[in-house]
Nanobody
Framework: QVQLVESGGGSVQAGGSLRLSCAASGYTANGNCMGWFRQAPGKEREGVAIAYTGGGSAYYADSVKGRFTISQDNTKNTLYLQMNSLKPEDTAMYYC????????????????????WGQGTQVTVSS
């Protein structure tokens, strides 16, 4: 049974930093895609940072480029999202997701292509 468990959310002031973690069990992350999505109240879930776990460049939403960094520790089967220079508009529930790659090493960026999801961790940024 695949489980993705997020942690690291919380409340910070604008300009602050948080690091989210996603521990995967029952799932071989290496050679697949894992990523972070977020959903704010009244908005659709959107891809924030997505990476092919076998290496290569990651996808970042324009709104987080230069501020967020996705990384992984394959020995721990854990995905991370380092979030710096946080803004109030980053406030959302953040979800970890995992799914298959295509073409050997490319990742989709839409929610419907990710099979497994965590329960989410709340990030609140105050101005």
């Amino acid at each position: 049974q695949v489980q993705l468990v997020e942690s690291g959310g919380g409340s910070v002031q604008a300009g602050g930093s948080l690091r989210l973690s996603c521990a995967a069990s029952g799932y071989t992350a290496n050679g697949n895609c894992m990523g972070w999505f977020r959903q704010a109240p009244g908005k659709e879930r959107e891809g924030v940072a997505i990476a092919y776990t076998g290496g290569g460049s990651a996808y970042y939403a324009d709104s987080v480029k230069g501020r967020f960094t996705i990384s992984q520790d394959n020995t721990k089967n854990t995905l991370y999202l380092q979030m710096n220079s946080l803004k109030p508009e980053d406030t959302a529930m953040y979800y970890c997701a995992a799914g298959p790659a295509w073409g050997g090493r490319y990742c989709y960026t839409t929610t419907n292509r990710f099979r497994y999801w965590g329960q989410g961790t709340q990030v609140t940024v105050s101005s």
